[in-house]
């Protein structure tokens, strides 16, 4: 089989409520317990997700990935002003998928579709030598409600002009 046949084998699509338990099994498999008390986690407890940024990968009847974006906002306080992005992840890819193009296209699904929505930014905390080539750099001037590497704290903007600083609030 070529390389392309094998990268073309699964389709992207919306994630709908019916697979929410799926997709907690799939990251818990991924990630473990640990990942319960990174303070992304808190971003995400007891928030929704926002369902047309959030993507799936299946291959046949088979959820082999999952991509969710969550409703943050960061407040700048010294202009009192409210900017609403949205929070990317978890990501997770089966381990027996990995490799495959896989991640990188729920990526490209959800950062595409944030964009499309309008918002100007969207925030992750995760690996840069991984996201860069997505566009994401080190977010300078924003922090999240807790510890996190400030290295690890990663943003795309849907501009070159625009910047967003100031501390992370989650939307309940």
């Known amino acids: 089989m070529a390389l392309d046949a094998l990268a073309l084998d699964f389709k992207i699509s919306l994630e709908t409520p019916d697979l929410d338990a799926r997709i907690i099994a799939m990251t818990d498999r991924a990630f473990g317990p640990g990942r319960y008390v990174k303070t992304a986690e808190r971003l995400r407890e007891d928030s929704e997700i926002i369902q047309d940024l959030s993507f799936v990968a299946f291959q046949g009847e088979r959820l082999v990935g999952s991509v969710r974006m969550w ?18 992840g978890p990501i997770v890819v089966e381990e027996d998928q990995r490799g495959k193009g896989i ?29 860069k080539p997505f566009g994401f ?35 309940i």
């Open 71 to 88: 409703p943050i906002f960061v407040h700048d306080f010294d202009a009192n002003t409210y900017e609403p992005l949205s929070f990317l």
């Open 103 to 131: 991640g990188k296209q729920l990526i490209a699904a959800c950062v595409d579709a944030a964009f499309a929505k309008g918002l100007r930014a969207v925030l992750l905390v995760g690996s840069q030598s991984y996201f």
């Open 137 to 171: 750099e080190k977010a300078r001037n924003i922090t999240l409600p807790g510890p996190v590497d400030p290295n690890r704290l990663l943003i795309r903007y849907g501009q070159p002009d625009v910047t967003v600083s100031g501390k992370v609030c989650k939307v």
